[in-house]
């Protein structure tokens, strides 16, 4: 075996590890269990329910309560046809797929050819994975049948509303949530009284009936995205001073050209990318910059990320520039976030299709613009999904533990008596109500002391505070670190101020 083949059988066991870690510990399982699950749908349990809890709020700190230019709705998730008609998505929001002659299963044709063939399909046209198809002779994975030819596959789900079911009533279950702050762009602006270039923000439920769902959450067919439109004049996409310090922090970039000359990635700084015009314009790299930030913020290490710009043929229908901030997954580089130049596409659609003026009155011009958009796209599920794997840890005796940043972490502290007996948990349960206020936090009386740490290691708990008997002669208590195990004498008068340092640090 190749030493490349050793290093990706030992990726793919990490998955395995993760999913089972998440089935065990109640972050996320399939949904409807009980009645055997639909591929593609999960539910959160008590771990998983804080962790993305604290993602979205860390999400929405950055980029709505920090900033006086962006604010939030939170949109309805099923909608008029006419939205999807004018966004494109009824006629465009297509995946190729292929049937197999003999057993009929079906298959997103690009990920079967990846999957075949160990190369990247990304951006490549139906035309040409059909091409492919053909030169590689491939067949049903399944049952080794011939396939048919690469149609296209709507991923929308469809409802009707009301008693009759007929075109009228005929309603869709939003695949991103992008589109309600384009039909709410002229009552919000209106509302918030903002002058451009600002954004529109949303965390929420959306739909994509994928055509094979895969590799746990990562692509579901129900989850939650994290949203930012942020809208500019069209004539100031460059005016905007980005600070020094962020211009110089460097990362990798997978250019159309990179990938198209086949020559890799390189490194360069936001700067160096800018004056080479790599990025397109000033914005769409203050964009780029600040998730980036936020990703690293929220304990993703630097190395494991890159930004890969779409190829041509890849492009969604309404962007004229696209950069994804790729992570290095177990199963290869892909999108965590997509940064999208939207241009004027979708106002100036909803502008058409509804009859509404959805321009801006530019003040200082004395005329109106349609702004250009620069949108920030995210998963929940999928952040969620990384950070488990970039946080996964096995200590040298294969215990497992999470190195979640506390602020991220589902449970800040973990209050322990060290035995089950009436004065330690009398003492530990004072502990626990005095922090509870604070700061989430468990209380654990059951099992060996050892066994509970670990319990808390494996959710990425990063501080256990024990109750023993020196506590009740002296009120100091052990304060225990999750990642070294190393423990220390805190005064139980000095643990409020000092979790609260430990945390925010
Ligand atoms: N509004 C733009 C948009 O929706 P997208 O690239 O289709 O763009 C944005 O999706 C983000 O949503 C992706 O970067 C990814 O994090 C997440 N996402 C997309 N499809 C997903 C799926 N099937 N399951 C989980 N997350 C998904």
Not at 161 to 189: N, W
Request: aromatic share 10%; with cysteine; hydrophobic share 35%.
């Amino acid at each position: 075996m190749e030493e490349s083949d050793k290093k990706e059988v030992k990726k793919e066991g990490k998955m395995d590890k993760i999913v089972n870690l998440c089935l065990r510990r109640g972050v996320l399982f399939p949904s409807n269990e009980i009645y055997g699950s639909a591929a593609g749908f999960f539910d959160y349990g008590p771990v998983g329910v804080e962790l993305k809890k604290n993602i979205e709020n860390s999400w929405w700190k950055f980029v709505v309560n920090d900033r006086e230019n962006v604010v939030g709705i939170d949109g309805a998730v099923v909608n008029v046809s006419k939205v999807w008609k004018a966004s494109g998505h009824v006629d465009s929001f297509n995946d190729p797929l292929v049937e197999c002659k003999k057993c009929h299963l079906r298959f997103r044709a690009d990920h079967l050819i990846e999957d075949e063939l160990k190369v990247s399909v990304d951006g490549v046209g139906v035309g040409q994975l059909q091409e492919l198809i053909e030169k590689h002779e491939i067949k049903c994975p399944k049952c080794g049948g011939s396939l048919t030819e690469v149609q296209v596959f709507n991923l929308m789900f469809k409802t009707h509303v009301g008693a009759v079911e007929d075109e009228a009533s005929l309603m869709y279950l939003r695949p991103e949530t992008a589109q309600l702050i384009f039909t709410d762009f002229k009552r919000v602006l209106a509302v918030s009284r903002k002058k451009l270039p600002f954004g529109i923000a949303q965390i929420g439920r959306v739909f994509r009936n994928e055509i094979s769902p895969r590799n746990f959450v990562f692509r579901s067919r129900e989850f939650n995205q994290m949203e930012l439109e942020f809208f500019i004049h069209p004539g100031k996409m460059n005016e905007i001073e980005i600070e020094k310090n962020d211009l110089k922090i460097e990362c990798y970039f997978y250019t159309q050209e990179m990938q198209e000359k086949k020559t890799g990635q390189e490194r360069m700084s936001f700067e160096l990318a800018l004056e080479k015009k790599v990025i397109g314009t000033k914005w769409h790299a203050y964009w780029m910059i600040e998730f980036f930030k936020w990703f690293i913020k929220i304990g993703i290490k630097p190395e494991n990320l890159r930004f890969r710009q779409h190829v041509k043929t890849e492009l969604s229908h309404y962007s004229s520039e696209t950069w994804d901030l790729e992570y290095d997954y177990p199963w290869g580089w892909k999108e965590v976030e997509g940064i999208a130049n939207r241009t004027d596409f979708d106002l100036k659609q909803h502008s058409k299709f509804s009859g509404e003026d959805l321009s801006f009155f530019d003040e200082s011009e004395k005329s109106k613009v349609v702004p250009y958009v620069i949108e920030p796209s995210t998963g929940v599920e999928r952040v969620v999904l990384t950070v488990l794997i970039d946080a996964y840890r096995e200590r040298g005796d294969g215990r497992v533990f999470l190195d979640l940043k506390p602020s991220i972490a589902p449970v800040k502290a973990a209050v322990l008596p060290l035995m089950p007996k009436e004065e330690l948990e009398k003492k530990a349960r004072l502990v626990f109500n005095e922090l509870k206020d604070k700061i989430v936090c468990d209380y654990d009386a059951n099992g060996s002391i050892g066994k509970r740490y670990s319990r808390f290691d494996e959710i990425g708990t990063p501080f256990a505070i024990t109750i023993d008997y020196q506590t009740l002669e002296d009120d100091t208590v052990t304060l225990r670190y999750r990642n070294d195990m190393k423990q220390e004498r805190v005064k139980i008068r000095d643990l409020n101020e000092k979790m609260k340092k430990l945390i925010d640090e």
